[in-house]
């Protein structure tokens, strides 16, 4: 076997692998992601295995297998480094890293994003509370980054002007911001339960209203807005896949504001899998035609 050929399939199994990882971890967005062109698929799912990979270490294996936190946040530490590393070289002997490293290095994410990412999962290390301040930075480099990551991976080989990349980089930053505000709000009581954990500035989880719900919620559809405004203008080879990931958190949205407050700590509001599968047909008829879609409380209509 030729040392091309070796690459070859070391890459091929590398991105395979980061496949599985998505196709493990979340129903919804390897629904969305078979709405990708194939090619823009392989280099979604390589972002979604590093960010998986190291919400693991943070909040869920290396805690199960029984780490110290400070063994965590050396293999946090380790992770970034293995990143960047990659992003420098080409090749890591972690499998998830280098598919990440070959996306990323054909699109151009670049320590910009990726280190805002990794400080925002070192927070997770340290903080239980955060401030306004806090909570936009964590936001920013836990979700943010990640749709700025996606939108790279979207417009790869295209071009567009100054003023519709703009656009759409709101539309990715807003987007990822609301998927991560409400995944906040849906997990309020087992995060303060199991992790001691409170996200969102001023709200104690003790006392938690209907009146802080509507709150949150009001700001979750502000960014839900924004981000439907932009998903018309995107790529066909991704514009149906974003258009069913907005529409699946909207019908979560839709979900949360006729669930009590009381109640919502109990549980953990989920769309089944056969409302996402409508969700998903009625996507591939309201995005065929540009302009065509605006953001209401109910999901995206005309």
Known sequence: MSKSSGLELYNAVALATAGTVIRSYSTSFTLASRLLDRGVRGRIESVYGLVRLADEIVDGTAAAARLEPDQIAKRLDGLEQETETALSSGYSSNLIVHAFALTARDVGIGPELTRPFFGSMRADLTL??????????????????????????????GTVSIELEETL?????????AFQKVNFLRDLGQDFESL??????????????NADKDRLLADIEADLRISAAAIPFLPTSSRYAVALAQEIFAELVRRLNATPASELLQTRV????????????RVMVKTRVP?????????LSR
């Open 128 to 157: 239980t509370e955060h401030t306004q301040e806090s909570f936009t930075d964590y936001v920013y480099g836990s979700a943010e980054v990640i749709g700025l990551m996606c939108l790279r991976c979207f417009l790869y080989k």
């Open 291 to 299: 302009g065509q879609l605006h953001f209401n409380s109910g999901g």
């Open 270 to 281: 989920r769309v089944p899998n056969p409302i996402k599968l409508a969700l998903a047909a």
């Open 169 to 177: 980089m709101e539309g990715a930053r807003k987007l990822g911001a």
């Open 196 to 209: 001691g954990r409170s996200y969102f500035p001023d709200l104690r989880v003790e006392n938690f209203s």
